[in-house]
């Protein structure tokens, strides 16, 4: 072989070390980065299906919308999704900087059974009851 063949790198070999380098400087940048502080409060939308709400009309529903109307509150506010369904709920607390939307075709019915209210009562997307 001449001087020039074992001088030179295969391409194998090539591609190993340069593989190496960069996995090793990945690693290294990925511990020294900061967290960044989150930009997005008040942005954040919670989906009360995501906290367990059913919207069958016949479950009750009063701790998922409470448990995302707390989750959102903590989270420094943002808003309370209500998405297409018939939702059961009871009396639920309302908290500052937190926004309840409702979706086209959500429903929030009071159930029969609270001791204040004699009918189920609907409350749809733009009414309010009386």
Known sequence: MNDL?????????WLGMVSTVSAGL????????????????????YNIRDFGAKGDGATLDT????????TCTKDQGGTVLVPAGVFVIGT????????????????CWVPPMASNITRSMP????EIPL
Request: charged share 20%; aromatic share 4%.
């Open 5 to 13: 063949d074992q001088s030179s790198f295969s391409r194998r070999r």
């Open 26 to 45: 990945a690693a290294g940048n990925a511990g020294a980065q900061s967290p960044q502080p989150s930009n997005d409060l008040g942005a954040r939308i």
């Open 63 to 70: 701790a998922a919308v409470q448990a995302a109307i707390d």
């Open 92 to 107: 639920v607390e309302m908290k500052s900087n937190v926004t309840l939307h409702m979706r086209p075709r959500a429903n």
């Open 123 to 126: 409350f749809r997307c733009g």
